[in-house]
């Protein structure tokens, strides 16, 4: 089993539209969590951390369950710039960090 | 200020040939990572260094990859007889400490040919 698994996508969205993407982690000890975007042949970006209570930045909120061992990202009210890869994290032995494959987003006008 | 730097930005080689990539982290940044990504996959873990020494090496893919950080700041990956299915962005990645956001840099695209 991989350390991260996500959602395989591609999502394909109307602009306006709201979207989730959901991950799961192998580890029950991993202690931290992020979302990071990546754009067309770029380097991924801190999208945001995720933390345990749950939190929200703007459009985005993003959910850990630790029971369930998954963590979450909603995407309100969609724009054409969200369009990017999707990729979760979380912390693996030793504190290195694990990334899931990645989910694709397309917003279309 | 100056973030992840990784040199070359590109690396094409002939199979069975010596690479060196390099990366200088964020300065005070004691972690330091290597990953490699292949065209629509997630970053794939190599390495990982806390200070000089490799906190993890289980990613790296058999004993021709190999990976230094001798005064823990700059790291070189380095892989010895390339074979084609090396071709990959390697990215570097660093952060403050342990279980903060990674700060990547532009990656390494290496083409062997």
């Known amino acids: 089993r991989k350390e991260v698994e996500q959602d395989p996508g591609p999502f ?10 959901n991950c799961t982690y ?7 969590f992020f979302w990071y975007r990546q754009d067309c042949r770029k380097e991924p970006k801190l999208l945001m951390s995720v933390y345990s209570s749950g939190n929200e930045d703007g459009r985005f909120t993003a959910q850990l369950n630790r029971a ?3 963590i979450s990202l909603l ?3 969609s724009k054409l710039s969200d369009s990017a890869t999707y990729l979760c994290v979380a912390t693996y032995n ?9 989910t694709r987003l397309t917003v279309k006008p | ?18 690479v060196e990539l390099r990366c200088d982290p964020i300065s005070g940044h004691t972690a330091l990572y290597w990953y490699r990504q292949s065209l629509g996959q997630g970053p794939e873990f190599l390495i990982y260094f806390q200070g000089t020494g490799a906190a993890d090496d289980s990613g790296l893919p058999n004993d021709r990859f190999f990976a230094v950080r001798p005064e823990g700041s700059v790291s070189t990956l380095k892989i010895q007889r390339t074979e084609r299915g090396d071709s990959a962005v390697y990215l570097c990645a660093s952060n403050e400490r342990p279980g903060s956001p990674l700060h990547f840099g532009n990656g390494t695209r290496l083409t062997v040919t």
């Open chain 1, 68 to 70: 369930s061992q998954y």
């Open chain 2, 1 to 18: 200020g100056a973030g992840v730097s990784q040199t070359p930005s590109n690396k094409v080689t002939e199979k069975g040939k010596y």
């Open chain 1, 12 to 21: 394909n969205v109307p602009e306006g539209a709201t979207v989730a993407f």
């Open chain 1, 26 to 32: 192998s580890n029950s000890a991993s202690q931290s």
């Open chain 1, 75 to 77: 995407i309100r009210d």
């Open chain 1, 94 to 102: 030793n504190n290195d960090m694990r990334f899931g494959a990645g």
